[in-house]
């Protein structure tokens, strides 16, 4: 059986990650023009910046940080409704650790939960069960947010909600898809990206697979890849080969966890609870369609849109306007381009999301790089 350790182990070496920048430097002196990557996940970007790999990369290489953040993509529209669900007479809320802080168009929901609301942040989504059960009189709302990595567990906890016959069990469903996303940063006019390196996680459900559209329409190499700092680093030489060679190709460098098809049986899974829904508003994005899931019709009795739909604000709502976290996320603007960045907008007084989020892109420059060294040489 595969060990936990057997993940990481050897995967933070200094000299094999020196090793790999030389091979890098060297087919970069090769290619005609700059290589724009997009690491569609917030993971990668902490990678790059905790184990400061930009500082080993040539400077023909940038990266652009894309819209892979569940927490950072979500429209205040959206959280203004969970604060909406929590103020309602006996409902519980309950959603997932960084998504309380989340500043809505009023506040985040842990400002709500100080005036009073029941607004209980959960690790694991199956403690919503307990929480039904300790509360029979009350109605408890699951605000489920993610992209494909977190949907299945969320099918578990509905099926698992139905045998058990919780009635007082709803779901506020915000899980979002990765292809399309990519589909909507490339076809802005301004897009820059002619590289991808894949979220690791997602492709351990969805496969590789759902890339290849992207690698066949755009002509973009796509590297899926672990996120420890070997990986990446290794993901980034087999772009620049595929580069060198004008090749664009669909490849998986975790192979270690990641196989074309992914899991089948949790694909299953969601499959039986969720149908696409054919429009959803990014934060950043803009509306996006089929990009995101909603309950099938059998399970309507469990939906708390529907549920709740005569005191839902449905009125969208854009982010401050001092805050740059739309053009972050469409990799038109580094955090430190934002004039907000580390001074009215930090961890602890964050006013965007992407700042909010433990894999935000704002989030990690702060952390890695803080406010006052200088700018990053790639872009």
Known sequence: MLELKQL???????????????????????????????????????????????????????????????????????????????????????????????????????????????????????????????????????????????????????????????????????????????DAVMHDPNARVNAFIGPAHVSVISGAKIYRPAVEQYGTPVVVSGFEPVDVMESILRIMRQKAAGKAELDIQYSRAVSEQGNLAAQAKVEQFFQIRPQFRWRGLGPIPNSALQLKPEYAHRDAELRFKNCLPVKEIDDHKACQCGDILRGLAKPKDCKVFGRGCNPETPLGSCMVSSEGACNAYYRYQGIDSKEQHHG
């Open 8 to 182: 990481y182990q050897g995967f933070r070496d200094p000299q094999t990650i020196a090793s790999l920048a030389q091979d890098i430097a060297k087919v970069a002196r090769t290619l005609k023009e700059p290589i724009n990557i997009m690491e569609v996940c917030g993971g990668h970007t902490h990678t790059i910046m905790k184990y400061g790999l930009l500082d080993l990369l040539p400077d023909n290489i940038e990266f652009i940080h894309g819209p892979g953040c569940p927490v950072c993509i979500m429209p205040k529209e959206r959280i203004d409704q969970a604060a909406v669900l929590a103020q309602q007479e006996d409902v519980i809320l309950v959603t997932l650790g960084d998504m309380i802080r989340v500043p809505g168009s009023k506040g985040s929901l842990a400002s709500f939960r100080a005036k009073g609301c029941d607004i209980r942040p959960i690790y694991d989504p199956l403690d919503t069960l307990k929480i039904a059960r300790d509360n029979p009189h009350k109605t408890v709302v699951f605000f489920a947010i993610g992209f494909e990595t977190s949907t299945p567990m969320t099918a578990v906890l509905l099926q698992l909600a139905e045998q058990q016959k919780l009635a007082n069990v709803f779901f506020h469903i915000n899980h979002v898809l990765v292809p399309p996303a990519i």
